[in-house]
C-alpha cells in the first residue's frame, strides 16, 4: 500500500465566517476527507498550530465583523503594515511546521514560503484585485501587486475555479496554461435542498418576512451590483421587495425602500430564503465562480443574472439572463414576468435543479486528489 499524501492546508479562512474561500475550504475538505482520507494525511493550519480538524468559525460575530469593519477603515498605508505583519507572523508559525509535510495547500491571497522539498498548490479563485482595483480597499491592492506575482513563481501547480478564471490568471500573472486546472465548485447537498412550504412558511414568520420577495445573496462588493435592482424593481411597478443576505464590509447598508437586509444568515436560514423567493437576482459584473447560482438552483430557486466572466458556466441554459448588467429596463421585465406568471417561474425551477445536479463537491474533491497526486509524483522524481 503506497504511503498517504500528507497535506497541510492554510485553513485560516475557515476561522472566518462561511463565505467564500472559507465555504469552499470546508466543503472541499469535507468530501476529501470522506472520500479520500485513507489516502491522505491532512493538517489543518489556523494560524498559530496545526490540527487535524478543521477550525470553525469564530464564536462571537459581531465582535469579528467590528473587527473587520475597523480594519477596513483604516488609512491605506497603516493597514497594509498591519496586514503584512500579520501575514508574515502567521508565515513565521506556518514554517515551523510545513517541513512535515509533502504538498501545501494555499486558498488565500498569496502563498508561504515553504521548504525546497514541499510543492505548493494554489487555489486562485479570481483576479478582480486586478480587473477591479477601485472596488477593493487600497492595502489589498497594494498588498497582492507587491506579493502575488513573485509568490506564485514558487507554485508548483495552480488549482482555479472556472475557465473564466484559468484565462484571467494567463492574462494578468503570465502562467502557463499547463501549469493550471480548472476545477468546479460544487454545492452542499446536505445544505441546500428545496425546502418544504411549511417550513419556509415558519421561517419567514419568524423572521417578519413577507411571503413574495426577490432575493440578492452576497457582500456589499459593488461589483456584485446590487444597485441595479431596486431600480429595475420601481421600473417593473412591483411591490415586491429585496431581501439582501450576506456580511458586507464594503459599505454601510444605507436604508432603502423595498429592501430589507438580513446581514450574514447560516446555511438551514439561506436555503430557506432561496426556497421561497419568486427568483435570485444576481447580477454581478465579476465572479471567479458564483457559488449562490449553484445554491439557488439546488433549492429550487429560479436564477437571474449576467453572461459576464463566469456565470453562463455556472448556470448554463438554467438562468435568465439581462442583457448587460447596466439593463434595468430588461431586468425589470424579467422580473415582472416571474412575478406574474407561475408557470413560467416554474419552468425555470425544473432547468435550475437540472443544472444544479451537474455539480458537486464530490466530484471536486476528485480532481483535486487528483491535482495532489500529480504534485506529489512530479516531488519525487
Not at 247 to 267: H, I, M, Q, T
Amino acid at each position: 500500500m503506497s504511503p498517504k499524501i500528507k497535506i497541510l492546508v492554510n485553513a485560516f479562512p475557515m476561522v472566518n465566517v462561511n463565505t467564500g474561500i472559507g465555504r469552499y475550504l470546508r466543503c472541499l475538505y469535507q468530501a476529501l476527507e470522506e472520500y479520500y482520507g485513507d489516502r491522505l494525511e491532512i493538517g489543518y493550519f489556523d494560524g498559530k498550530g496545526v490540527s487535524t480538524t478543521m477550525p470553525s468559525g469564530p464564536e462571537n460575530l459581531s465582535r469579528w465583523s467590528g473587527l473587520v469593519s475597523l480594519f477596513w477603515r483604516l488609512p491605506a498605508y497603516p493597514a497594509f503594515f498591519l496586514r503584512l505583519c500579520f501575514h508574515f507572523n502567521q508565515e513565521r508559525n506556518f514554517r515551523r511546521y510545513v517541513k512535515n509535510y509533502d504538498i501545501y495547500h494555499e486558498a488565500g491571497f498569496f502563498p508561504f514560503l515553504t521548504p525546497a522539498h514541499v510543492r505548493t498548490v494554489f487555489t486562485l479563485h479570481d483576479l478582480s484585485v486586478f480587473r477591479f482595483p477601485e472596488y477593493h480597499p487600497r492595502e489589498r491592492v497594494l498588498y497582492c501587486r507587491v506579493f502575488l506575482s513573485r509568490r506564485c513563481q514558487n507554485v508548483s501547480q495552480f488549482l482555479t475555479v472556472s475557465q473564466f478564471s484559468k484565462d484571467e490568471m494567463m492574462k494578468f500573472l503570465h502562467i502557463s496554461n499547463e501549469k493550471i486546472r480548472v476545477i468546479y465548485e460544487g454545492f452542499d447537498v446536505p445544505a441546500f435542498y428545496p425546502r418544504p412550504f411549511k417550513n419556509v412558511s415558519g421561517f419567514l414568520q419568524e423572521r417578519r418576512l413577507p411571503e413574495k420577495y426577490f432575493l440578492f445573496v452576497g457582500s456589499g462588493d459593488p461589483r456584485k451590483n446590487m444597485d441595479i435592482i431596486p431600480k429595475a424593481l420601481d421600473r417593473a411597478g412591483l411591490e415586491v421587495p429585496l431581501v439582501v443576505a450576506g456580511w458586507s464590509g464594503w459599505a454601510e447598508k444605507n436604508a432603502r425602500a423595498k429592501v430589507l437586509f438580513l446581514g450574514y444568515v447560516e446555511d438551514d436560514a439561506l436555503a430557506c430564503l432561496y426556497s421561497g423567493a419568486l427568483a435570485l437576482i444576481f447580477p454581478s459584473r465579476y465572479e471567479g465562480f458564483g457559488l449562490p447560482i449553484l445554491e439557488a438552483m439546488a433549492c429550487g430557486c429560479p436564477v437571474v443574472t449576467t453572461r459576464e466572466a463566469s456565470m453562463p458556466e455556472v448556470a448554463g441554459e438554467a438562468a435568465l439572463y439581462m442583457k448587460d448588467p447596466d439593463d434595468a429596463e430588461g431586468l425589470a421585465k424579467i422580473l415582472k414576468e416571474l412575478a406574474v406568471n407561475p408557470l413560467h417561474r416554474k419552468e425555470w425551477v425544473e432547468k435550475g435543479l437540472l443544472q444544479a445536479g451537474r455539480f458537486s463537491w464530490r466530484n471536486t474533491a476528485d480532481a483535486t486528489f487528483e491535482a495532489f497526486e500529480q504534485t506529489f509524483r512530479e516531488r519525487e522524481i
